[in-house]
């Protein structure tokens, strides 16, 4: 009896050993002008990842525009509220787990973060604005059971200037949606958001600059990360909350830890090397951290064939070096 119950003992400690190991791994997949087939799912389970990210856009005239416009014809049907619904359908299909991401899009590709407006008339139009995307998108969330609802992505201004209706939309998508809530935070953001508490996990989009070196090696990638890793778990330890990537990528280019938020159309020389060890850095930094929930990589095209390469030096990591090293750790957590 006595080794029975040890035996028993030793199995339940494997068991929550595992369950704790058992990382988001996820793949950012861009909405297309199409719906997604078998094939398109297909690389997602071959790269072992467990989790996507369904991204439905709205979109903004410019930084003081008061309206966000969505689920129109004029959209891609990935990014329209049918086109993400088929999207999740197939992914749940395929056993691969879902987090709704509506995001804005501003005309020109400004950034999110700067947008403010110049008048309270203007941010209360605003307010209803959002408030009926994001609303929108959480019954959706409701109805697919989604796993994770992003309820905005690189705010900031909207954030700092407006705290109390980020607060009451919190509520609100809460008497709609029943599973986990997070916010993607840019990452010099996040550590000023105001509602981590009324959240389920603390989301970063981890574009964190780490090394100004052309050629980095892993050691000095890891070494770059090591003040954000402290503030990164100070902060789940204060709230209590895990740590989720809700973006995390790098260029394939040199000086890829530089600047890796950077998404310019610059001639940089292709580095597949530098990307691969980048995301070998930040696998081996974070996905050992009981505190940490894992993340999403940014970015996966539905069209796997005809994505990334060795010529490219943009974001994916399809067809590249770094997809192999997103392999292998997925596989292993």
């Known amino acids: 009896m006595k080794r029975l119950g040890l035996l028993c003992l030793c199995l339940f400690q494997l068991s929550c050993i595992s369950q704790n190991a058992e990382k988001i791994n996820g793949v950012s997949f861009v909405g297309s002008r199409e719906k997604v087939s078998q094939e398109h799912v297909d690389p997602i389970l071959d790269v072992k990842a467990n989790y996507a990210a369904v991204m439905p856009f709205g979109f903004a005239r410019h930084l003081n525009s008061p309206n966000v416009v969505f689920d129109t014809e004029r959209q891609w049907y990935g ?78 201004e909207f954030v700092k200037n407006r705290p109390q209706f980020w607060k009451d939309l919190i509520v609100k998508v809460k008497n709609i949606y029943n599973g986990k809530l997070t916010y993607a935070a840019n990452w010099d953001e996040y550590s000023r958001a105001p509602f981590w508490m009324e959240l389920d996990y ?105 994505s990334g390469g060795s010529t490219d030096n943009r974001f994916t990591p399809q067809n590249k070096p770094a997809e192999n090293v997103i392999q292998s750790f997925f596989n292993d957590y």
């Not at 008339?121 to 209803?128: G, I, M, N, V, Y």
């Not at 600047?259 to 696998?283: C, G, S, Y």
């Not at 993340?295 to 996966?300: E, S």
Request: proline share 3%.
């Open 202 to 306: 603390i989301g970063v989009d981890a574009y964190f600059p780490l090394t100004p070196e052309r050629h980095p090696t892993i050691e000095q990638l890891k070494s770059g990360w090591q003040r954000w890793k402290t503030k990164l778990k100070s902060l789940a330890e204060k709230y209590e909350k895990p740590i989720l990537f809700t973006e995390f990528g790098y260029r394939s280019m040199d000086y890829t830890g530089k600047k890796p938020w950077l998404v310019d159309e610059n001639e940089m020389d292709v580095n597949l090397k530098a990307q691969a060890d980048a995301t070998t850095a930040i696998f081996e930094e974070f996905w050992r951290e009981d505190w940490f929930a894992g993340g999403f990589v940014w970015k996966w095209f539905i069209h796997h064939n005809r």
């Open 79 to 156: 990014e329209t509220r049918q086109g993400a619904k088929q999207y999740i359908a197939l992914l749940r299909k395929n056993g691969v787990k879902v987090m709704l991401k509506p995001q804005i899009w501003i005309w020109r590709g400004e950034f999110t973060g700067d947008l403010i407006m110049k008048s309270e008339e203007d941010w209360k139009t605003l307010e209803e604005s959002y408030s009926k995307f994001i609303l929108t998108y959480a019954k959706l969330a409701e109805e697919t059971k989604a796993e994770i609802y992003c309820i905005g992505t690189e705010l900031e």
